[in-house]
T-cell receptor, first 111, second 114 residues
């Protein structure tokens, strides 16, 4: 039982490049989330998916898109990366929108 | 709108001393409250949570927190800190009014002196 897994662990991009961050959970949870963490800012919600087939914007959605591929997987896409998107990205999942369980994170550096 | 304030950015305590980390929240009804811990380079681990009922909740690693509605607080406590408790601690609030979206505080970094 791996919980929430994220790939890659670390990525360096040049401004304007695109990439997809992958997240999978094996807890059969209905809801999944993407957060970004910046120094001194705590975690801020980018997008979430309350259930398979639905996605909604969070606090900071600009510059990102998401896909809930199936119940297990929730990906985050940066279409044209910008230096302001340098951050640590965390995926989380929860059953019925309550307690969230987090993955290990993806560190992204945009040059 | 919901919000969380963690007034202390950084706290240093000696090993064996007691610990209290402060958390104040704003929410329009009875909130769901959480404490998470993050070790360097790691994800967030749930320490404890409050949904309803007994206002004193016990968590993992010997931590506890008390929900005080009159003070809009949910402070985290531990009677005797261990060196391995050095980490960053995040308080979060959510609930049905916000479709269970969590709002996190900015975190308190705990350093432990051996």
């Amino acid at each position: 039982n791996a919980g929430v897994t994220q790939t890659p662990k670390f990525q360096v991009l040049k401004t304007g490049q695109s990439m997809t961050l992958q997240c999978a959970q094996d807890m059969n949870h209905n809801s999944m989330y993407w957060y970004r963490q910046d120094p001194g800012m705590g975690l801020r919600l980018i997008y979430y998916s309350a259930s398979e087939g639905t996605t909604d914007k969070g606090e900071v959605p600009n510059g990102y898109n998401v896909s809930r591929l199936n119940k297990r997987e929730f990906s985050l896409r940066l279409e044209s990366a910008a230096p302001s998107q340098t951050s640590v990205y965390f995926c989380a999942s929860s059953e019925n929108l309550e307690t969230q369980y987090f993955g290990p994170g993806t560190r992204l550096l945009v040059l | 709108a919901q919000s969380v304030t963690q007034p202390d950015i950084h706290i240093t305590v000696s090993e064996g001393a007691s610990l209290e980390l402060r958390c104040n929240y704003s929410y329009g009804a009875t909130p769901y409250l959480f404490w998470y811990v993050q070790s360097p380079g790691q994800g967030l681990q749930l320490l404890l949570k409050y949904f309803s009922g007994d206002t004193l909740v016990q968590g993992i690693k010997g931590f506890e927190a008390e929900f005080k509605r009159s003070q809009s607080s949910f402070n985290l406590r531990k009677p005797s800190v261990h060196w391995s408790d050095a980490a960053e601690y995040f308080c979060a609030v959510g609930g049905p009014l916000s479709s269970y979206q969590l709002t996190f505080g900015k975190g308190t970094k705990l350093s432990v002196i051996p």
